[in-house]
């Protein structure tokens, strides 16, 4: 019996079908509107559909694809669910519905102080990260320093470039926080289009700790994809109705990715995402862990370890 598989291309496809329009081109029998952009569906009467997004009320369930309701609300395998609607958009290409993805939030970006000295002192003298790399993001405009606070302020950006996504982490206290309205899906990134690697991090402090280590062995520092998704997820009762980090699955989506290496922190939430994301891309990317095993995180051991070297350079 030959192997069930679906390749990238076609899951891609299926990743993007939102359940609206699955139920307009596939199974229009089933909605019922209730309000102006507010559908539910004859079978569930709790699961709304609007603003490009879905909620199963009575269960607690949500989502954006069609593929997540399959397995959330339907109860179906990821390959079986992937496979049935890869065989449904084949037969037939189904036309999109337009959907406004409204935000309760109006996203901007905080006003940005005159200089970057105090985010410059704190990432370079407190957090250890390399001068050079801390430099290049703030040149790239991946980071700044707020007005308000001095925070240090992350951008995400989408595909066209412009700002969708921003997190603050203060440099005094342990605060961190996102701006009101960032859409989690476009991260923090550094991206090389000629890579088919991603490396996956909780925060963009690990992901910059991982460059300067690499920049420690080697000059270059950047040579594959590097995401941040923004905090850790535990389990809950089942895996099964676990899903991925949101910028993850979106940036698989959007890009060429054949191994995903994973440098989550080293505790229950962080084990358990790597969980996660192996237990729903196992059968389509090659899944290394490659969280830390002494140390909590990467800052962590980035840290450590330069303590360590001056140790040894003062003996």
């Known amino acids: 019996m030959p192997k069930r598989y679906i ?23 089933e909605l019922v509107r209730k309000g102006r952009n507010d559908y539910v569906t004859r079978t569930h009467g709790s699961l709304h559909m609007s603003n490009g997004l879905w909620c199963w009320w009575a269960q607690s369930k949500g989502g954006r694809t069609a593929l997540s309701y399959f397995i959330d609300v339907e109860g179906m395998k990821f390959l079986d669910a992937a496979l049935y609607l890869r065989d449904l958009i084949q037969t037939k290409e189904p036309i999109p519905v337009k959907q406004h993805i409204k935000s309760i939030y109006r996203f901007r970006l905080p006003q940005a102080y005159e200089n970057n000295n105090i985010i410059e002192k704190y990432l370079i003298t407190k957090r250890k990260i390399d001068k050079e790399i801390v430099k290049e993001c703030i040149q790239s405009y991946l980071i700044y320093e707020s007005n308000k606070d001095h925070s240090v302020v992350f951008i995400g950006r989408d595909e066209n470039h412009f700002p969708k996504f921003a997190c603050l982490r203060a440099t005094d206290s342990p605060t961190k926080k996102d701006v009101p309205g960032s859409d989690k899906r476009y991260s923090f990134q550094i991206k090389n289009n000629n890579s088919q690697t991603l490396h996956v991090f909780e925060s ?3 992901l910059l700790s991982y460059l300067t280590l690499e920049k420690r062995k080697d ?30 699955d979106h940036f698989l989506n959007k890009n060429d990715i054949r191994t995903i290496k994973l440098h989550l922190d080293n505790d229950r939430a962080g084990k358990d995402t790597t969980k996660i994301i192996d237990h729903h891309l196992h059968e ?13 995180d990467i800052n962590e051991q980035l840290v450590k370890t330069d303590v360590k070297n001056h140790q040894v350079r003062i003996q």
């Open 7 to 29: 390749s990238k291309k076609d899951l891609a496809k299926v990743k993007e079908l939102d359940l609206l329009t699955y139920f307009k081109n596939y199974a229009p029998e």
């Open 204 to 206: 963009t402090i690990d």
């Open 219 to 248: 000059s270059i520092f950047h040579r594959d994809n590097y995401l941040s998704i923004d905090g850790a997820t535990l389990i809950g009762k089942s895996i099964t109705n676990s899903t991925l980090p949101v910028a993850l």
């Open 284 to 296: 389509q990317y090659e899944i290394q862990d490659c969280s830390p095993k002494k140390y909590k």
